[in-house]
Structure formats: structure tokens, C-alpha cells
């Protein structure tokens, strides 16, 4: 607990404690607090777990007072709480992507009936500057992740460079301009389920596709784009060969996709099969990581289909997005979700 | 760190070796494991990639340390000299 004469003191007492991202916080008074837990629908002493990878109990109090620092309304509090829920899964090996070197940060989709109610973007510039619900939410997560967790910049974190996806890094699918079902509803849920699914990834790499109508081969054009960036010799995913990797079709590239009759896992499956690099290329670029064989194997980037999370956001235009992942620790980058829980104490109206 | 954690819980004699640049990450993980005071020794960073002469000669020089501090009769890195 703090104390401050007033908020521009607390502000400073808050930086200088390390509690910040770096930008300005909301002081996360005893009622901004309590105002946050309420909206949970949880008690407050309730412990989700132990956050790597310093250990701390995440109690519902703890993930409100970072959610009200990052400047969340009370109905993200519901989506904060699922989040942390997915990342505390083991197989999310949280510490230890807190603590590697690699650029990592976990990336959250947003699906379902909670992306309206709390103005979730998942079209133009999701993942840029302007949208509340998106900048707040991710926010939270990452505060969770530092002050809960004890990941610190060249102590606890060692991202040798990070990306600015650390600081935020959600959107929404945009499942009303998607051609196919919602990703959650690949994933099993019901779509009236709203669902927060997480990879820990990388920034996205742009992805450039100029559609042509008359051009049968326009779809396998495609593919071949996003597969050389999902394959690309730089990344984890073709170095240690595995992980998972994030694709985000915008609506028009999508659409190329399913006019050519192809359903989601269709294209995870041709994505997954067209993703893939040579030993003999992949040690032309590092030998640390590939093992012995043929110079003429053929190395996946991707093992399974089901580990690209395939996902319709952005703008409609040119430009798609591939997110590799670090691909590394005990369950190599597993993908997590989790249901945003909702229920009678809880104030959202779906409930 | 987390190995030399391992080994220490079992009751056997543990250090750890911490290449420079990860040193104040192993002060983290030994504080957030429950043994901030697990021995641990410096080593120079890198160590990975730095090629086989370099990583004999990084063994040669932490060797006999490595086995003093195993049996007590040397300062781990992480605890302050008992010389005057």
C-alpha cells in the first residue's frame, strides 16, 4: 500500500516503485479498486494462481488495482480476469516467457458477444493507438504481468529488445466481416460464448497480397505470401520447428480464400503444409538450433494445422499479418483460451 | 538457476553458473524459487556460441572453484568475501 498527498504525488510514487509501463497511470484509489472488483463478479481475496515469473498470488484485488491503473472501465474487468485465467494455464509456461530472450508478448483475440459491449476493435488499426477497451485490456495484462509477476526490463524480463506489443497487445476477431464461423467457435465454444484466446508472439509481419479477379492461381498466390512470412528463416517457428504462429486475414484477403471454397481449416491445413523450409537452408542461416540430417529435408515451420490460429482482423486491403512465436519453452508456445466468465454477480447484461 | 534449485532442495550441494548478463536475473529467480541464498558463480557472457577453445578455457578457470564451493571451502560470487 501507498500513500500520497495527492495524485500527481502518487503518479511519481507509482514510477518511481517500478508498479508503471513508463506512460502515466491511473492512481488506482481504494475505490477505483473496489469499483473493479465489484464489476468481477469475484471476491476480492480470490487467487487465480501463481504469476511466473516471480510467483505473486493473483488475487481479483491485485488484477483490479493494475486494471484501474491502466485505465480500465468496469466491463473489461470480466475480460482482464479471463486473460489472466488462460496465462496462468501450464501450458502457457508464463515464467518462462516472461523470462526469455526472445521478443515475446502475449496476443489476445477477443471473440463473442463481450466484443460489442465493451467496443472491442478488430478492424481498422486494431492493434494501433485509439481504441479504449483494446489499449486498456492489454494494458491490465501486461501491469499483471510486471507487478504480479515481477517481470522487470533486465531482471526478470530478459527480452533482449521487447516489442511495442508489450505494453498492449488485443483486438477482436471481426466475426461480422469474416467469411467463415468465429474463431472461438473453431476452437468448440458455443457463439454465444465470449472467449479470450493467447499466444505468446511477436509483433505482426505485414504481409502485402494484390488480389487479381481474372487470375485463377489469386488463391494460391495468397497462401504462398503468408506461408514464405510464416516460414521465414528468421523466425523461431522455422529455427526449432514448431510453435505456434498467429495469421489475421483481413476481410478482403479472407474472402479470396473462401470464394475459392476453402473453409478456416482448409487453410490452416495448405498454410501448414506450404510452410516449410530446407535443413540445408535453415543451417545456412543458424546451426545452433536445427538438428543433423539431409541438406534436402524438408522442415516444417508449423507442426499442426490447429497451430495456426487463424483469424480475420484489420482493415479490408492489402495488407494481412503473420505473428510468429517464440516456440520455445516446455509446451512450445502453446495456444490458451478461456471463456469470459459471466454470471449472476456479474453486471454484464448477457448474463 | 532453476536446476542448481532443484539439486539444492534434494539436499545435496548445488551452485549455480550465471554467465555476467543473466546475473541479476538469477538474483530474481533464486528470490522467487525460496532460495535467495543458493551459491552461484559469474561467468562471462557468452559462453554459448563463443566456440570450444573459448568454452575450455571458461571451464578451466570456474573448475576448481565449481568444486571448492561444493565443498565449503570457497565464497560463492553471490556472498560478500569473508576475507579482511
Known sequence: ?351 | MRDGIEVARRGRAAVALVTEQFWLQGDSVAASAGMPDIPRLRLPHPVAGSGHDAMDRVADGIAARIVAVLRGEAVPDNEPSSAP
Not at chain 1, 479498486?33 to 465489484?38: N, S
Not at chain 1, 498454410?271 to 543458424?286: C, E, H, P
Open chain 1, 1 to 351: 500500500m501507498f500513500t500520497a498527498t495527492d495524485e500527481a504525488e502518487a503518479l511519481e510514487v507509482l514510477h518511481q516503485s517500478g508498479c508503471t509501463d513508463g506512460l502515466p497511470v491511473v492512481i488506482p484509489t481504494h475505490d477505483r479498486v473496489a469499483r473493479l472488483v465489484l464489476a468481477s463478479g469475484l471476491d476480492a481475496d480470490l487467487d487465480l494462481g501463481a504469476m511466473g515469473p516471480g510467483g505473486g498470488a493473483a488475487t481479483i484485488e491485485k488484477i483490479a488495482t493494475n486494471a484501474a491503473m491502466a485505465g480500465c472501465l468496469p466491463d473489461h474487468m470480466t475480460v482482464v480476469v479471463a486473460a489472466i485465467r488462460a496465462m496462468l494455464q501450464p501450458a502457457f509456461d508464463l515464467g518462462e516467457m516472461q523470462s526469455t530472450t526472445h521478443c515475446t508478448a502475449p496476443l489476445m483475440i477477443v471473440n463473442g458477444p463481450v466484443v460489442s459491449h465493451c467496443d472491442i476493435a478488430g478492424s481498422f488499426g486494431a492493434l494501433g493507438p485509439g481504441h479504449r477497451a483494446n489499449a486498456s485490456i492489454g494494458r491490465a495484462v501486461r501491469l499483471c504481468m510486471m507487478n504480479i509477476g515481477d517481470a522487470r526490463p533486465g531482471v526478470s524480463d530478459m527480452a533482449l529488445l521487447g516489442h511495442p506489443g508489450k505494453f498492449s497487445f488485443c483486438l477482436a476477431e471481426d466475426e461480422q466481416s469474416s467469411p467463415w464461423e468465429p474463431l472461438a467457435v473453431a476452437l468448440g465454444y458455443s457463439s454465444d460464448d465470449s472467449v479470450v484466446t493467447i499466444l505468446g508472439a511477436e509483433a505482426p509481419h505485414s504481409v502485402v497480397f494484390t488480389n487479381d479477379a481474372d487470375d485463377n492461381d489469386s488463391p494460391q498466390r495468397l497462401l504462398r505470401a503468408l506461408a514464405a512470412v510464416i516460414a521465414n528463416t528468421g523466425s523461431n517457428n522455422a529455427n526449432l520447428s514448431g510453435g505456434a504462429v498467429a495469421v489475421a486475414l483481413n476481410p478482403e484477403h479472407a474472402q479470396v480464400l473462401a470464394d475459392a471454397g476453402m473453409s478456416r481449416s482448409d487453410v490452416q491445413a495448405e498454410l501448414q503444409r506450404m510452410a516449410v523450409n530446407t535443413r540445408g537452408q535453415i543451417r545456412s542461416f543458424n546451426t545452433g538450433f536445427i538438428a543433423a540430417g539431409n541438406d534436402d529435408d524438408i522442415i516444417p515451420a508449423v507442426r499442426r494445422p490447429a497451430d495456426i490460429v487463424l483469424f480475420v482482423a484489420g482493415g479490408a486491403g492489402l495488407y494481412s499479418a503473420v505473428f510468429p512465436s517464440w516456440a520455445a519453452g516446455a509446451h512450445r508456445n502453446t495456444v490458451v483460451h478461456e471463456v469470459v466468465a459471466t454470471g449472476a454477480a456479474c453486471e454484464l447484461p448477457w448474463a
